[in-house]
């Protein structure tokens, strides 16, 4: 089913693309790097039986120990706004892989992405029930983080909503929860910097997918040294920066999701 499903997201690419910029903002071809690596986590899953293959070792005469890989059941997961194709298929592939079937609830700000994965996992032969697609906005999640016939959960979000996840789930020991909780990169511009680099890697950080990745650099610290020189080339780069329509190919900088 990966295999087909790997074709078919080769062969829609352009498609997968658009409904990314469309829904998100980011610019096309970013939308399309996203939908790439979002074609490598399925073929990680396709590799995934022979990556994690259990061993086995004789820990002393006649006694041995061995990893078995048994599924939890079911899996949920909740998504971000910032990567709607992507962040989906860093998990699907292995909770599908592992014998699991899969409850998904994307960002309600990006439901397209999700819903053409459904509908390719299908035409993949993927069989009715073991991947499930919900729409909705925080109740849905909060629901979702609590249902009693989820076995595990996992989420790609703020620190604050995951927190939460984490208290609602303390009576629930048993329940496998991964929580990716969201963060804002540092960066330090020390003396011996390259400053043409690293100015070009602040407007990247800052600018890349409008600002919107947990990897996005929004603290610069700068020795007083070379503060003036480094700021006076992260305004030349800066001010080179074509804002405007995701899907025109001059556009560097897309749209902000929502006005907040």
């Not at 983080?145 to 979000?157: H, R």
């Not at 929860?177 to 330090?188: I, M, P, T, V």
């Not at 080179?240 to 006005?259: M, S």
Request: glycine share 10%.
């Amino acid at each position: 089913v990966l295999y087909k499903l790997r074709e078919l997201m080769l062969k829609n690419i352009d498609e997968l693309s658009w409904l990314v910029s469309h829904e998100n903002g980011k610019i096309f071809s970013e939308a399309k790097a996203e939908v790439e690596k979002g074609i490598e986590c399925v073929e990680y899953g396709c590799a995934l039986p022979n990556i994690a293959a259990g061993n086995q070792l004789e820990v002393s005469r006649g006694v041995a120990c061995e990893v078995v890989y048994a599924p939890l059941g079911v899996v949920a997961g909740v998504t971000p706004f910032n990567f709607p194709l992507m962040v989906p298929l860093w998990m699907l592939p292995q909770a599908l892989v592992g014998g699991n079937a899969f409850v998904m609830k994307p960002s309600e700000r990006v439901p397209l992405s999700t819903m053409r994965l459904a509908e390719l996992l299908r035409q993949a032969g993927l069989p009715d029930g073991v991947f499930n697609l919900v729409q909705g906005a925080r109740a849905v999640g909060e629901r979702l983080s609590v249902a009693p016939g989820v076995d595990g959960l996992l989420f790609t979000g703020s620190y604050q909503v995951g927190t939460a996840i984490q208290q609602a789930n303390l009576h629930n020991p048993g329940k496998l929860l991964a929580l990716e909780l969201g963060g804002k990169n540092a960066s330090l511009v020390l003396e011996d910097a390259d400053l043409d680099k690293a100015a070009e890697l602040a407007v990247a950080g800052a600018t890349k997918n409008s600002g919107q990745r947990c990897t996005a650099v929004k603290r610069i610290i700068v020795v007083d040294k070379v503060a003036d020189a480094f700021v006076e080339r992260v305004l030349a780069r800066a001010k080179k920066l074509k804002a405007g329509d995701p899907l025109d190919p001059e556009t560097d900088v897309g749209t902000v999701i929502h006005e907040r």
